[in-house]
């Protein structure tokens, strides 16, 4: 089956069985290995991609779901080839550790800060509890989110002052 | 895609991102060399290898925890089309067994299934949804034996045998320490506290499961990429249990996606070897699913441990007596050291002068037990620490200052009769927690509590030794090179799953050779590249290959320094100077590029290694040399204090811990970040230990296979967490740090349970504190107007 | 392989089923593709419903608010209408599962699983909720308590699917309360749960109750013995203790892996006391802590 839809930015068109999972396409077809598969059940979050936006678990979704949605994965994460601000603050603040669950982990932040641009600790806890690490005890992670929330706030500031 | 017929071998990594243009100081928070890679999702782990013409390959497993094997039969499986092959243990030409120490587990069962993960049959197909099929198609006869379902049970007379070959019965491994007069002296204390703990097998729940990737080259050698924490032993294991020769096997260990011991030793390596020696040089990928990962992998062993600690009316310990006992599944696996870590940690951090400790791995057909982050220290550190507060309360005295009373300080003998001559820094730790404001406001805390809300605080001391004990080489051997494009390329024998090792070579070896990140290359451990250096595990891997690691670098920086001088003649070495990118001469001003001086190098002096071995304990401890062989004592320790403050919702019997605070010494710390890093990870393992986790087994049989219902923390199960450290100069070590991988780990459960009953005035004895046995101490407080804690 | 077809109405839906009469319709997937791993179903056909925009949104309609079967649970939290009307939905919706499952999970979807721990479920019975019944022929109303036959069993016939749960915006009421106790804060299954929405007079008696439990039965447990133990009291830590009794007579657990009968049955009782939170005292005493 012919499915078309947009891969980070880039309108693709793949010939795949419509019932094999998102996960398995993306890895397996496209070689994007970057998003991670760890339980197949929807209980940890290492598959998160972003569709239109919003974050999925791509374990969850089969190919005939992607027609004509606008599909981000980590590799197309990184904005003109500079790290996205979600993924610097990972990298300087040490969020990262074996980083197999970092993939799902920044676009699951990514979502939780379009909905909620300066969030509270708490807000970000629960806005990434349904992503398993197994390494890191959350915190630094949180820390790092934190810290774009805050570049955020403040640079929305200073864009005012601009003016 | 990628891995037609080139070489495998992970990429050098050598764009660090956001650390390019940073000097690489030792101290400081640099960001890791690593998480560039992975935060863009071009690191490419073991799971990540796929490649053209790929072969499936997939595991029927027994089912059953106990069977004697009859007949397995193939034909109908081989027949579907799409598969390759099915392989059975006829298929393996070597010695079919594994181990690390006793190598009893087979790669496929030949004469008798022993749990139920065992692996009966193997399959090679087109697809992984074939070699699915493939596998119902497969019959397997058995038939089927009494299984030995519990430690006690198993050491009866009659029990039924696990492995008819081990001389001991199902006792894989005792082992005994004595110190003073024990019998004597629990007469002569003034309090003594008995207390039965036990403490569940755990999954260590990495978010990469067990995978490879295998091929035989066209040269015939096996080429196999893994997620491991062992690559140079996995090679010699895989060798023996295939029938090959060590030096025709490869072993590629990429950044793994967590291991914590689980990965300690081998999991899909030797199938994964046979399937590609019958996949007629195609390549060949296996990756266990999280429920095979959960019923196949290895465990932390389930204790039973009966306590009896005495002390004079100052609170002086005078006493201990200690029964330990593990279930260590089926296969030796690390059962055997796990216990005799266990056993030299009985005691924990205290001065005892009387110390009775007995120790058993038994063997039973439930899930292996194996490696797991704490390793024996985790369960014996939960018992003793609640039996400090047990005996603190009944001392009446305050838990904190009975464990300073008691708290090894330099120059002690330890309770495993261990002289101390190293760093020993538990007392600072101690202190500085007396000094902290949870501990010092708790009393103001508690009786804040809300309603239907029960407060408390509990505290733990914490020691673990570091490397493999007095007997088996713990050994590091480093590499260094100047590539002839003038880059430093370090390469790295030790496994970094995650704890930052990798990094942290980058740091030491581009500090010592004054160069940037964007001059340095890191090669993660590949047997044909870097050398044997050890495990990934036992909190080693920076002190042991970071002693390796430093001289290596200075003989290369001289060798750099003298060759530089003399293509100026220079008066010296000591004239020139190492910058980034470049040798100065500093008394003329000028410079040679690193790729320019490497042209005047000869490929052998371009590469420095150093060997270094830890040192290791001399005392002439009482236990057997069987024990000692197992890696009875230690001579390095680490040590921290930690406190958790819970509150304990009596509807309910859930128990939130709202902070935690630890303070650790692990010596000097070469980058701030990491060391957090392990001391937070370590701590939510913790948590989850504590309260949460556990493998439940029902005849054998995994209950619990799955995420849904192995229970880890998520962000919003883990609370603020304080780390501080107490930074004792460590004179053996790298820079003077010691290990600070697995301590944080054993903290957790002791101090939520010495909080727990704090709050509840009464302590349950029996970990994960699920809500309901916290409910039902509550409610038998509650009957009993107290009871005793 | 499978087909996997995409309607975006729901008369293509219809026309599918013609021609393909075995396909199994899923929205969010939650549930649906786990079970599919686990080998527990093997359709020969998919149906993704998460296409059709007749099946999504929330709106008032009349004295009721009608919420479409695929509207995911996240668009049941933000909802304004919700938070204002139906609290206690949002509050179960905000402890089911984990952001990228309520991204994807839908309310018809928690309904159709008729799971014993489904999180919505405990506030759909005390609000009363009707499920909407579609098939090609015709649409009806049925109670959720009527719907719901038993675990995974729902009063459905073949080609008919969920469109939309209703809710009657009266009686209003002004406590709404949801507790659920899992083995952990987040993407927990409900060991056991409890809705509450209540009525207190100025003087602090209970005018009117209604009470489920979640996860203590093979359904949702409601009582009317609870509810008329609490109406005409005062909202009492006395009044709730009295009414315990007939909780745990009420509910009728099973041991699984994550807590034993027992356990369940003492927690649904206590559950309830925790609504002693709401009495007047409590509110002077504790103002602006809730």
């Known amino acids: 089956m012919k499915i078309s839809f947009v891969l980070n930015g880039e309108p693709v068109e793949i010939d795949t069985q419509p019932d094999r999972r998102v996960v398995d396409v993306l890895r397996e077809e496209l070689g994007l290995t970057g998003t991670k598969e760890s339980c197949g059940s929807g209980d940890c979050g290492a598959c998160t991609i972003l569709v239109d936006g919003e974050s999925r678990l791509s374990c969850l979704m089969l190919a005939a779901q992607l027609q004509a949605r606008e599909i981000h994965t980590i590799e197309g994460f990184e904005q003109l080839g500079r790290l996205h601000p979600i993924q610097e603050a990972f990298v300087e603040i040490g969020a990262v550790q074996c980083g197999f669950c970092t993939p799902g982990m920044t676009l699951a932040a990514a979502d939780l800060l379009n909905r909620i641009p300066t969030p509270t600790r708490d807000e970000i806890r629960a806005g990434l509890a349904g992503n398993l690490c197994r390494c890191t005890g959350y915190q630094k992670i949180v820390d790092a989110v934190e810290s774009v929330a805050a570049r955020g706030r403040h640079e929305a500031h200073s864009t005012e002052e601009d003016r | 895609m990628k891995n037609e017929k080139h070489d495998p071998a992970t990429e050098d990594r050598s764009d660090f991102g956001p650390l390019k243009g940073r000097s690489l100081e030792i101290g400081i928070s640099l960001p890791r060399a690593d998480a560039y890679g992975k935060v863009t999702g071009r690191e490419r782990y073991a799971a990540d290898y796929y490649g053209s013409d790929l072969v499936w390959a997939a595991v029927k497993r027994a089912g059953v925890p106990h069977a004697r094997l009859k007949s397995i039969a193939t034909e109908t499986a081989t027949a579907l089309p799409g598969v390759l092959g099915v392989l059975t243990y006829a298929d393996v030409s070597g010695s079919n067994r594994q181990g690390v120490v006793r190598k009893d587990q087979p790669v496929l069962v030949n004469d008798k299934v022993r749990h139920a993960g065992d692996a009966v049959a193997l399959v090679l197909a087109e697809t992984r949804e074939t070699a699915r099929k493939a596998m119902d198609l497969i019959t397997v006869d058995l038939e089927v034996l009494t299984p030995v379902l519990d430690q006690e049970d198993a050491l009866l007379d009659g029990a039924p045998l696990v492995n008819e070959d081990h001389a001991d019965g199902n006792t894989l491994l005792k082992g005994e320490f004595r110190q003073g007069d024990p019998l004597a002296a629990a007469e002569a204390c003034d309090v003594v506290v008995e207390a039965v703990f036990e403490t569940p097998r755990v999954e260590h729940a990495y978010l990469e499961t067990e995978v490879g990737w295998a091929q035989v080259s066209d040269s015939g050698n096996l080429v196999i990429v893994v997620s491991t924490q062992t690559p140079f032993r996995d090679r010699m294991e895989v060798a023996e249990a295939l029938g090959l020769e060590a030096n025709n096997i490869r072993i590629i260990a990429p950044y793994a996606g967590g291991a914590f011991g689980g990965k300690d030793g081998v999991t899909v390596q030797s199938l994964l070897g046979l399937a590609a020696m019958h996949a007629r040089g195609r390549p060949v990928k296996m990756w266990w699913d999280r429920e095979e990962s959960i019923i196949a992998g290895t465990k932390r062993h389930a204790s039973k441990m009966h306590y009896r600690v005495g002390a004079k009316s100052d609170g002086t310990l005078h006493f201990l007596d200690a029964g330990l006992s593990f279930d260590t599944g089926p296969y030796d696996h690390l059962g055997g050291v796990v216990m005799t870590l266990a056993l030299e940690h009985g005691g924990s951090c205290y001065r005892i002068p009387n110390v009775g400790l007995r120790g058993r791995a038994v063997y039973t057909n439930n899930p292996i037990g194996g490696a797991f982050r704490g390793f024996g220290v985790a369960q014996v550190t939960g018992a003793m620490e609640q039996m400090m507060d047990l005996l603190a309360s009944r001392l009446d005295m305050d838990p904190l200052a009975l464990r300073l009373k008691n708290a090894v300080r330099r120059g002690d003998k330890n309770a495993a009769g261990v002289t101390l001559v190293h760093s020993t820094g538990l007392v600072e730790c101690l202190e500085r927690v007396s000094r902290h404001p949870m501990w010092t406001g708790r009393s103001l805390w508690k009786q804040s509590a809300g309603p239907f809300t029960r407060r408390g605080v509990g505290i733990a001391a914490l020691m673990h030794g570091s490397g493999y004990g007095p007997l088996v080489p713990d050994v590091a051997n480093a590499k260094v090179e100047l590539t002839p494009e003038g880059t430093i390329r370090i390469y790295s024998g030790v496994v970094d799953m995650g704890q930052g090792n990798a990094a942290t070579n980058l740091q030491i070896a581009g500090s010592i050779l004054g160069q940037r990140a964007e001059q340095m290359e890191l090669v993660q451990p590949d047997t044909d590249r870097t050398l044997p250096s050890g495990s990934a595990s036992a909190s080693r891997c920076t002190y042991t290959f970071g002693n390796a690691l430093i001289p290596a670098a200075k003989s290369l920086k001289l060798r750099m320094l003298q060759r530089a001088a003399d293509l100026v003649m220079a008066r010296g070495p000591e004239e020139m100077a190492l910058i980034p990118g470049r040798v100065r001469n500093m008394a003329t001003g000028t410079d040679i590029p690193l790729a320019r001086l490497a042209q005047f190098m000869d490929a052998s002096e371009r590469i420095a290694t150093h060997r270094f071995r830890a040192p290791t304990a001399k005392d002439p401890v009482a236990v057997d040399e069987q024990i000692r062989l197992h890696g009875f004592p230690h001579t390095l320790y680490s040590y921290a204090a930690h406190v958790a403050c819970v509150e304990v919702d009596e509807l309910t019997g859930r128990v939130d811990v709202t902070r935690y605070l630890a303070v650790s010494d692990c010596g000097k710390i070469i980058n701030p970040q990491i060391y957090e890093q392990q001391v937070q990870g370590g701590i939510a393992q913790g948590i989850g230990y504590a309260l949460s986790e556990e493998i439940v087994v029902d005849q054998g049989i995994i209950k619990t296979p799955d995420l849904s219902t192995f229970i880890i923390p998520t962000a919003v199960d883990v609370p603020p967490m304080e780390s501080h450290a107490v930074e004792i100069h460590e004179d053996t070590g790298p820079y003077g740090l010691k290990g600070v991988g697995e301590i944080a780990t054993n903290g957790p459960l002791p101090a939520i349970a010495n909080a727990v009953a704090d709050a509840c005035g009464v302590r349950v004895f029996t970990n994960p504190l699920t809500p309901e046995r916290v409910l039902e101490a509550l409610s038998r407080a509650h009957s009993h107007d107290g009871g005793s804690a | ?290």
């Open chain 3, 1 to 290: 392989m499978r087909n996997v077809h995409l309607p975006e109405t729901i008369d293509e839906l219809w026309n599918i089923w013609e021609h393909d009469p075995e396909a199994v319709v899923y929205a969010g997937g939650t549930d649906l593709l786990v079970m599919l791993r686990k080998g527990m179903v093997n359709p020969s056909s998919l149906i993704c419903l998460e296409r059709i925009g007749e099946l999504k949104g929330i709106r008032a309609e009349g004295e009721e608010i009608v919420i479409g079967a695929c509207t995911t649970h996240t668009t049941i939290l933000m909802n304004s209408l919700i938070r204002k009307h139906v609290p206690v939905l949002a509050e179960a919706v905000k402890v089911l599962g984990s952001p990228p499952i309520r991204h994807m999970g839908t309310i018809g979807g928690n309904i159709v699983n008729a799971s014993p721990a489904g999180d919505t479920l405990p506030p759909l019975y005390v609000l009363d909720a009707r499920v909407e019944i579609l098939s090609r022929e015709q649409s009806r109303l049925v109670p959720i308590k009527e719907f719901i036959l038993g675990p995974g069993q729902v009063d459905m016939r073949r080609h008919e699917i969920v469109g939309g749960v209703r809710l009657p915006a009266s009686p209003q009421y002004a406590i709404h309360h949801f507790e659920k106790v899992g083995r952990r804060k987040a993407l927990a299954c409900s060991v056991a749960g409890m809705a509450a929405v209540l009525n207190i007079s100025d003087a602090g008696i209970v005018e009117r109750a209604r009470i489920a439990w979640g996860s203590v039965g093979p359904t949702v447990v409601t009582s009317p013995a609870v509810d008329a133990a609490l109406e005409g009291r005062p909202l009492s830590e006395a009044t709730l203790k009295t009414a315990i009794p007939l909780v745990e007579n009420a509910v009728s657990p099973i041991s699984d892996i994550r807590a034993s009968a027992q356990y369940r049955k003492t927690v649904s009782g206590n559950l309830l006391r925790r609504l002693c939170r709401y009495s007047h005292s409590a509110h002077t005493t504790r103002a602006g802590h809730k």
